[in-house]
């Protein structure tokens, strides 16, 4: 089966640097996103891997492992617009995106 | 631009109603898809359609579905509302087929009585 793990809650303090995880394990692979998704609102883009490595965007990087299926998402200087659920996805060898459930970030003053 | 439209932005519905939920994008984006979102269980996909005129089942379609007259629209419907169907609906699309970024509707919350 396809699998999608993320942590269900993570709590930091603004300012602060977070890392959230994402392991998978799907048939096939053919990308990884990350998307932002604020309480009560539509999910939005973050970032996309393919390629092992990092990559930056401003306050956000995203990391891949394709040989340890794994991948983190890395937020720098927490602000608290930052409070929001991180949906990992993957894309399959059917180029379907299998979603993981989320990791809701709580950031604290 | 609107970007995809959903409508409408809330409902209750009865049990054993039928109802559509719409969607509408204008990005002339080939693909397009429905996923159900409820607590706990993450993006769940419901149909897509990889193209006018095509339609495939995704991982829960069973009580719903849907058509793909055109490019810019694609209803889900359901025939028969249970209360398991209580759940937010997004629809998304992406111009292709490949390893492109989903951009998502904003939502429809149904309630189902």
């Known amino acids: 089966g396809q699998n999608i793990d993320q942590p269900t809650e993570m709590t930091a303090t603004e300012g602060a640097i977070v890392q959230i995880n994402c392991t998978y394990q799907t048939s096939g692979f053919n990308g990884l996103f990350w998307y932002q998704q604020h309480a009560g609102e539509a999910p939005t883009f973050l970032s996309y891997n393919v390629l092992d490595g990092l990559e930056e965007k401003g306050r956000f990087s995203s990391f891949l492992s394709r040989s340890k299926g794994y991948s983190y998402l890395l937020l720098k200087e927490l602000q608290m617009k930052d409070s929001a659920s991180y949906l990992c996805?993957?894309?399959?060898?059917?180029?379907?995106?299998?979603w993981g459930a989320g990791t809701k970030l709580i950031i604290k003053p | 631009i609107a970007g995809i439209t959903q409508a409408p932005t809330s409902q209750i519905l009865a049990a054993g109603r039928r109802m559509t939920l719409r969607c509408t994008q204008d990005m002339r984006h080939n693909a397009m898809y429905w996923y159900r979102q409820d607590l706990g269980l993450g993006l769940r996909l419901i149909h897509y359609?990889?193209?006018?005129?095509?339609?495939g089942k995704g991982e829960v379609p069973d009580g719903y579905s849907v058509s793909r007259a055109n490019t810019d629209d694609f209803p889900l419907t359901l025939a028969s509302a249970v209360p398991s169907q209580t759940s937010v609906y997004f629809c998304?699309?992406?111009?292709?087929?490949?390893?492109?970024?989903?951009?998502f509707g904003p939502g429809t919350r149904l309630t189902v009585l």
């Open positions: 996805a993957v894309v399959d060898s059917n180029y379907q995106l299998i």
């Open positions: 359609s990889n193209t006018a005129g095509t339609t």
């Open positions: 998304a699309s992406r111009p292709g087929q490949g390893s492109d970024t989903q951009y």
